[in-house]
């Protein structure tokens, strides 16, 4: 596979941006942020599937913050008049807000080895 000469990055064929001297060898993500695409031409970074996958994995990410915010809106609102169910609750949203914090640092490596091959 080609390198590009200005992130020394390895890509395919496709996210290489056509033409001679300062664009020759140069990947489609480098000529965008150093302005070197033409008005008319228009690149696609990211594949519909590789935007899927992304998307996924951003998903995955932050659904433990996404449940916990919920789940404590839910508390506040409904879940503090019922007697033996509030209890549980309370205690499940207190160890989840405990544990969430520690599993998002420790998971933070994984994350951004799984987006940095997910970046084109």
């Known amino acids: 596979?080609?390198?590009?000469?200005?992130?020394?990055?390895?890509?395919?064929?496709?996210?290489?941006?056509?033409?001679n001297g300062p664009r020759y060898q140069v990947c489609v993500r480098c000529a965008t942020e150093n302005?070197?695409?033409?008005?008319?031409?228009?690149?696609?970074?990211?594949?519909?599937?590789?935007?899927?996958s992304r998307s996924a994995l951003f998903a995955r990410r932050y659904r433990p913050w996404a449940f916990l915010g919920a789940g404590w809106l839910l508390f506040l609102t409904f879940g503090t008049g019922i007697e033996?169910?509030?209890?549980?609750?309370?205690?499940?949203?207190?160890l989840g807000t405990l544990a969430t914090p520690v599993l998002h640092f420790l998971t933070s490596t994984k994350f951004q080895a799984e987006l940095a091959s997910l970046t084109p």
């Open 1 to 19: 596979m080609p390198v590009c000469r200005m992130c020394t990055q390895n890509y395919p064929n496709s996210q290489f941006v056509s033409g």
């Open 35 to 52: 302005d070197m695409l033409a008005e008319g031409e228009t690149t696609s970074l990211y594949s519909d599937e590789l935007v899927k």
């Open 84 to 94: 033996l169910w509030s209890n549980i609750l309370l205690g499940a949203l207190v």
